[in-house]
């Protein structure tokens, strides 16, 4: 299969950064969201990234126009009738997925693989909601996208050797190294990352030790580069809240019950650095 225009839905953090990533080794991206604000976010992130790549010396100027110039942008799902494989990273809720999912069924080419980069619904259910269920995998990028190596590839019952064969090695192409993992909660990387974050935020609840104190034990004690709640910070905490009610529901086990003081930071907004505020203020 030649893949020559790849299709990214959504455009926060993790869409605009696999944005750059497909755009850097060469592909022409279009990315979507569902407004030009949302769009124009997306694409300044990159910037601001290349811009950083530029002053560091490891890209020139000139790359970092070739790299933005194969990136369109675009309000209307229809417009990723053009694109040979598409991935869908928007939020993490399984009613907006299933409806674009819907949505890109009718549009695109019927021999286009349609990707989920979702944390922690099950492949299986986001397929369903298609006529090609063989074509539906999950192609998991890790943040921030450019600098993380993991690909976690999903697939379903119905997933074809050839869809997992053609993401696997688009996922190389991508410098990425891709890990087979079968469609069951959070899939391997949330499924122990995410205990240990909450386990983190419940040492806070419990006040065993200040934010900082709880990072710098498990930066210096683990040797992990960032700790549980800067961490947090980082992927977002409504997405960190998902995936755990992703585990406690998918599981039926009570060990993945979300921490209340994560539900109370979520309900005030308090989403990490996206929103200026999560466990530290930014
Ligand atoms: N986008 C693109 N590039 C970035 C970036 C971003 N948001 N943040 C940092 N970088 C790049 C820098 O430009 C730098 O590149 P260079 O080496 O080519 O100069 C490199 O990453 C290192 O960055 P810094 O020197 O500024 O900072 P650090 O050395 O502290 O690294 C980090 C930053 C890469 C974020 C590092 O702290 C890290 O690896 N943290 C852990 C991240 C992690 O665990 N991610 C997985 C989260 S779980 C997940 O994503 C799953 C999801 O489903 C929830």
Redesign the pocket.
């Known amino acids: 299969m030649n893949i020559k225009t790849f299709g990214v839905v959504g455009a926060g953090?993790?869409g605009s950064?696999i944005a750059?990533v497909a755009s850097t080794f060469g592909y022409d991206v279009i990315i979507h969201d569902i407004n030009s604000d949302c769009v124009k976010r997306g694409i300044d992130?990159i910037k601001k990234?290349l811009n950083?790549?530029v002053d560091?010396g490891?890209i020139t100027a000139e790359e970092k126009e070739k790299i933005l110039g194969r990136i369109k942008t675009s309000t209307d799902l229809k417009d990723m009738k053009a694109a040979d494989f598409v991935i869908e990273a928007a939020n993490?809720e399984e009613e907006i997925k299933s409806q674009i999912f819907k949505t890109l069924d009718s549009i695109c080419g019927k021999n286009v693989i349609l990707a989920t980069?979702?944390?922690?619904i099950p492949i299986g259910k986001i397929a369903s909601q298609t006529n090609r269920q063989d074509k539906i995998i999950g192609m998991?990028?890790?943040?921030?996208?450019?600098?993380?190596k993991l690909i976690e590839v999903v697939r379903c019952l119905n997933t074809s050797d050839e869809t997992y064969n053609i993401t696997r090695k688009l996922s190389e192409k991508f410098g990425k190294t891709p890990v087979n993992v079968g469609d069951y909660p959070a899939f391997i990387?949330?499924r122990i990352?995410?205990p240990m974050i909450n386990e983190g935020i419940f040492c806070l609840f419990t006040r065993i030790g200040t934010e900082k104190d709880i990072d710098t034990a498990m930066k210096l004690g683990a040797n992990?580069?960032?700790g549980p709640l800067?961490?947090a910070d980082?992927?977002?905490l409504d997405?960190?809240l998902a995936?755990m009610r992703n585990l406690y529901t998918g599981f039926n086990d009570p060990k993945y019950r979300p921490c209340p003081l994560l539900k109370r930071y979520v309900e005030a907004g308090w989403l990490g650095r996206k929103a200026g505020r999560g466990f530290y203020k930014y």
Do not use: A
């Open positions: 953090q993790m950064g750059q992130n990234v950083k790549r560091k490891k993490e980069n979702t944390s922690s998991h990028f890790m943040n921030p996208p450019p600098v993380m990387l949330n990352l995410m992990i580069p960032m800067e961490l980082l992927i977002g997405t960190c995936v």
